[in-house]
């Protein structure tokens, strides 16, 4: 597909192939970045414009693995492009939204064998949690279907292994982690709030027991990743921004559900954490670590999205909120300023290091979930 995407960079619109925006000096610290006024709106738009021409697939209705049309399939990346269509929608409604979500529908499901059912807990949860967001977005009953369907699967990978949690996958009932568990709170307190329904209020309130109580470090935020692997009970300590950010999500649902300030106070901690901790935050340049392309392409822009609900929640303590503001501009900045490929839109996975004239679909998603934000922050006049 041979397109000419259009730009618009601090409101002005211009060809991709006529003028490189990136004309800004970049230094060792935030004093070095010389700016120029941003249209965070317009930044958005043109983000949302690479995501739904250079990556989606016209003819099979689904998101391509990167922006050269290489066509392999990946699941869970579909549900963060659905966000981020429908971070555009809600943002600046379109037809052309609405009815790419309408053909996602269609291809999502032929691309994974005629169902939306997979092997994967965390990756159905994802689909599931889009699905309904769609649903709430769109009206459309069939995105709400996909969620409903996803949810009774989901439940089915509960087990006492470890004392309980959902199974990372079908064929490892033993194993349990954060990314299968933190996005089922979040799916079942949401549809709580849907349908006032007690039982999934008390799936929530359980997985994040079991999560809180194995995989959270309470006097510090640190979220692990996972427990029992190997089946030998023993911890995974990896460090990613992923699991930060969904536990963030997490407590903030139930927060939204219960009111119990603990939920709160433990979405604040791991955010917290997950800012003044180096493994995720470089403390030379104060943004977040590059996490490489593939799966881990996604993770910052999944912990950009929680965050960003934390700061924009009116129950945020505002001593954290202006730490946290500042945290997301000052990443926003340094993704716009210098770690775009200006005449494509193309995001980088280092957010101060443009990519050349190729990217994969999900450190695009990552960058627009970080713009998406930037725009959604400064509506609220935080920037």
Request: glycine letters at 8%.
């Amino acid at each position: 597909m041979n397109v000419k995407l259009i730009i618009i960079v601090a409101g002005v619109m211009v060809t991709g192939c006529t003028k490189n925006y990136d004309d800004v000096v970049i230094g060792s610290s935030q004093s070095a970045l010389q700016k120029y006024n941003v249209s965070w709106d317009a930044a958005a738009d043109s983000a949302a414009t690479a995501v739904t021409t250079l990556f989606w697939n016209v003819q099979d209705k689904y998101f391509n693995k990167n922006n050269v049309n290489d066509p392999e399939f990946h699941y869970w990346p579909q549900a963060h492009a659905l966000d981020v269509v429908l971070d555009a929608q809600l943002r600046k409604p379109s037809s052309k939204y609405t009815d790419l979500m309408t053909d996602w529908l269609t291809g999502v499901k032929v691309k994974n064998g005629n169902t939306y059912i997979n092997e994967f807990y965390d990756d159905m949860q994802w689909i599931a949690l889009a699905t309904l967001r769609a649903y709430d977005v769109t009206g459309n009953a069939a995105f709400k279907a996909v969620a409903d369907e996803l949810w009774t699967d989901i439940k089915g990978g509960w087990n006492e292994t470890v004392g309980g949690g959902i199974s990372w996958r079908k064929a490892q009932p033993y194993y349990k982690n954060t990314p299968a568990n933190a996005p089922a709170v979040i799916l079942a307190a949401r549809l709580y709030q849907h349908s006032n329904s007690a039982d999934d209020l008390q799936w929530a309130q359980k997985i994040y027991d079991w999560l809180k109580n194995n995989l959270y470090e309470p006097g510090s935020g640190l979220v692990y990743d996972g427990i029992n692997r190997e089946n030998n009970g023993a911890l995974d300590n990896w460090k990613f921004t992923y699991n930060q950010g969904v536990f963030i999500g997490a407590a903030l649902e139930l927060y939204n559900a219960t009111k119990n300030t603990m939920y709160l106070n433990d979405a604040i901690k791991a955010a917290g954490y997950t800012l003044s901790d180096n493994t995720y935050t470089n403390s030379t340049d104060r943004l977040l670590r590059d996490e490489g392309g593939g799966d881990g392409g996604l993770f910052k822009g999944i912990f950009i999205r929680y965050f960003t609900q934390l700061i924009l929640h009116p129950d945020l303590p505002d001593s954290y909120r202006q730490r946290f503001i500042y945290f997301v501009k000052h990443n926003a900045e340094w993704l716009w300023f210098n770690g775009t490929n200006k005449q494509q839109v193309l995001f980088g996975s280092y957010w101060k290091n443009k990519p050349g004239n190729e990217t994969d679909l999900t450190i695009q998603l990552s960058g627009a979930m970080l713009i998406e934000a930037a725009a959604l922050l400064n509506k609220n006049e935080l920037f």
